[in-house]
């Protein structure tokens, strides 16, 4: 599985957008990009995935650069319950694929009032 | 509530001592991963189990082994516990797509 790299840290103000930047420069072609994101302590919730499409669901979008090199998500409204780590893993999604064996330590996004 | 449960919550237990955590995967999924959360550390993969079988082996103790019965459950036994044992520990489960996260089991050696 190829490796990802977050930023350590970001803020943003509620009610804006919140853009979070991944770098995934050896992902494969059959990799798809998936977002986690962890709440002081509860267990990993996932928020959404791509291959090389945007995609958009009802908590985030995900924009996948052309060259698949790199990916954000968007949390279009931010609300201070969107405070989190934000995880990006690349990985094939095979039945007995296997996540990506180290998840890094994330972004952790502050929101703001 | 994401379907996976884990068992106990909460574990308090000396130094020396054997424990067994249990998870139960969503229904169908085949896959089981376990990690390990030290205090303000990320997610470190131990293992995976895919029916049954052990897939794939991250930065595991020899003390600590795990198992995937039948029934999809997966079990992690960590023994001859020592304080630095001391995190939260994950379980998750996939149906290839997907992982599903319990709420952890929070394990204290003292």
């Known amino acids: 599985d190829a490796k990802t790299t977050q930023p350590p840290s970001m803020d943003c103000a509620e009610g804006r957008a919140a853009n979070l930047p991944c770098n995934h420069s050896?992902?494969?072609?059959?990799?798809?990009v998936y977002w986690y994101r962890q709440i002081h302590s509860q267990g990993p919730q996932y928020i959404i995935h791509g291959l090389k499409n945007n995609e958009t669901n009802e908590m985030a979008s995900l924009i996948i650069t052309e060259d698949r090199k790199s990916s954000t998500l968007i949390l279009p409204h931010a609300t201070l319950r969107d405070t989190a780590v934000y995880y990006c893993?690349?990985?094939?999604?095979?039945?007995?694929?296997?996540?990506?064996?180290?998840w890094g330590a994330g972004t952790k996004l502050i929101i703001k009032p | 509530d994401s379907g996976v449960t884990q068992t106990p919550k909460h574990l308090i237990t000396a130094t020396g001592q054997r424990v067994t955590l249990r998870c139960s995967p969503r229904?169908?999924?085949?896959?089981v991963y376990w990690y390990q959360q030290s205090l303000d550390q990320g997610l470190q993969f131990l293992i995976q189990?895919?029916?049954?079988?052990?897939?794939a082996k991250g930065n595991i103790l020899e003390r600590f082994s795990a198992q995937q019965f039948p029934d999809l459950h997966s079990e992690l036994n960590l023994s001859s516990l020592e304080l630095g044992d001391s995190a939260l520990y994950f379980c998750?489960?996939?149906?290839?797509?997907?992982?599903?996260f319990g709420q952890g089991t929070r394990l204290t050696v003292v």
């Open positions: 893993i690349v990985r094939a999604p095979m039945m007995d694929s296997n996540y990506q064996l180290i």
């Open positions: 189990y895919y029916n049954g079988e052990e897939r």
């Open positions: 050896t992902i494969s072609g059959n990799e798809y």
């Open positions: 229904s169908g999924d085949l896959s």
């Open positions: 998750a489960s996939s149906g290839g797509g997907e992982a599903f």
